[in-house]
């Protein structure tokens, strides 16, 4: 309790801060409302797309696309971060996440929502990316856990207050005449394009980036005595990202259709998404003092066998009665808040293997692992979601394959953190140099095991 108590005020802090940094306090007021609005239709989404007339293929193209416009303008985002202002991505990615919303909102049939997900696949997710990698940029390397932790706190809590206001919007609807549900959905899903179309038009007038040179110039020491990083270390925290995003898009994607089959609907998912958002704000806010209390490599490497042996647990092995429902929704549950804290986890170290004027291309590369396991994700979930074999029963295969990537993925995390550092001549030399208070520096700034014993 009492380490989320520390944590908690930390988390303050650093809201504080961001309060009277105007160039960071501009771009975040454009991520709370958009991920406020887009919170308000979150429960209602799929449901929304099945009234328009999009079949479950045309679901998970939907996903597909959207996925892979990250996948190709990631890199231009993460070349414009590092190489010019963080003003045009912000504005162009806010400018894509806006009107794509609209778009979706009066999709009067699938094709319209193709085109909705054309306009959202060139910048809507990388809104998120952009305003992240800048806030990230614009800290002190020391500060980046809670950094990283707290934007995504920050993200999840305005969800939540989000998510936790649609049964009530639903229900006055309802009461106000609108009862079929394809009109009350679309009120829905078009709530979240005026706190959209705000967030872009206060980010165009408003936003003044962080100077670059200040930046550069508070952490140009480090930069110079950070040891090389090992490409392996890099590659695996990047493939376990994948990972992480095929399975939350297998699990994130079914379930709202496997809750169907209990008799469930879009205000009993509404329920269920607030409570595993609770989790994951509960999971973030307590990752800083988790690195502290267990170190990086306990921590990195437990998270992905807890998320392999919670969706095993989940949908592995059905039971219709009511003793068997609250089993599943709670290792569902466990299993999002988990997959929750293993994205910061991973992004968070991520951030720390190269240099400031590096991370622009670090997030455009994260993202891009994590959009090509979020298309798999998309891609095998709806083509197997009825897929029945001698070893699992209907349905159940998505699932067993999840489990068993996050198994493996922890298996090779363990490994290769188990591996002994081999010391260089030159990293020996980087630890007996010292800063310009002739403080010694160690290998605290590796980009795993930074804080073990």
Not at 89 to 107: E, M
Not at 158 to 187: A, C, F, H, N, Q
Not at 239 to 259: D, N
Request: overall charge neutral; some cysteine.
């Amino acid at each position: 309790m009492e380490q989320l108590r520390h944590a908690a005020r930390e988390q303050l802090g650093f809201l504080f801060n961001m309060v009277r940094r105007v160039e960071l306090f501009v771009p975040m007021v454009g991520i709370w409302v958009a991920s406020f609005g887009g919170a308000l239709h979150a429960p209602v989404t799929t449901y929304f797309w099945m009234e328009v007339g999009a079949s479950t293929e045309q679901i998970g193209n939907f996903g597909v696309i959207r996925t892979a416009g990250v996948l190709l303008v990631s890199p231009f985002y993460g070349w414009l971060l590092d190489k010019r202002s963080a003003y045009t991505p912000a504005v162009l990615s806010a400018f894509c996440c806006t009107f794509g919303c609209l778009f979706q909102g009066f999709a009067p049939d699938p094709v319209g929502l193709y085109l909705a997900s054309v306009v959202l696949a060139l910048g809507a997710a990388n809104f998120w990316n952009v305003v992240g990698a800048y806030v990230a940029l614009a800290t002190p390397r020391d500060q980046r856990p809670v950094v990283v932790s707290g934007f995504q706190v920050q993200v999840a809590i305005l969800r939540l207050l989000g998510t936790s206001l649609y049964p009530m919007l639903d229900s006055l609807l309802i009461s106000g005449g609108v009862e079929d549900k394809l009109p009350r959905y679309r009120i829905h899903m078009s709530i979240c394009s005026f706190f959209c179309i705000f967030g872009f038009f206060y980010i165009v007038f408003r936003f003044r980036p962080a100077d670059r040179t200040q930046a550069h110039d508070e952490q140009r020491e480090l930069q110079k005595l950070d040891q090389p990083v090992r490409k392996s270390q890099l590659l695996l925290l990047l493939s376990t990202c994948a990972v992480q995003a095929f399975g939350e898009t297998v699990i994130t994607v079914l379930w709202p259709m496997h809750i169907r089959k209990l008799a469930w609907d879009s205000h009993e998912y509404a329920y269920l998404q607030l409570a595993s958002q609770l989790l994951v704000i509960v999971g973030t806010l307590v990752y800083p003092p988790l690195t502290r209390l267990l170190g990086q490599r306990a921590t990195a490497s437990c998270l992905p066998m807890i998320a392999s042996c919670t969706a095993a647990l989940a949908f592995l092995q059905p039971d219709p009665t009511p003793r068997g429902q609250a089993v599943h929704v709670c290792n569902v549950l466990t299993f999002l808040a988990i997959n929750g804290t293993m994205k910061v986890c991973f992004q968070h170290l991520a951030t720390l293997a190269v240099p400031a004027s590096q991370q622009g291309r670090v997030f455009s590369l994260f993202n891009m692992l994590t959009s090509i396991g979020t298309i798999a994700g998309n891609l095998f979930a709806t083509r197997y979601a009825e897929h029945e074999t001698r070893f699992t029963t209907r349905g159940a295969t998505p699932f067993l394959v999840a489990s068993s990537l996050f198994c493996t993925m922890g298996v090779f995390v363990v490994g290769a953190l188990c591996v002994p550092e081999i010391e260089t001549p030159a990293s020996e030399e980087v630890k007996q140099r010292t800063d310009a208070d002739g403080v010694q520096l160690t290998a605290k700034h590796q980009v795993i095991g930074s804080e073990d014993k």
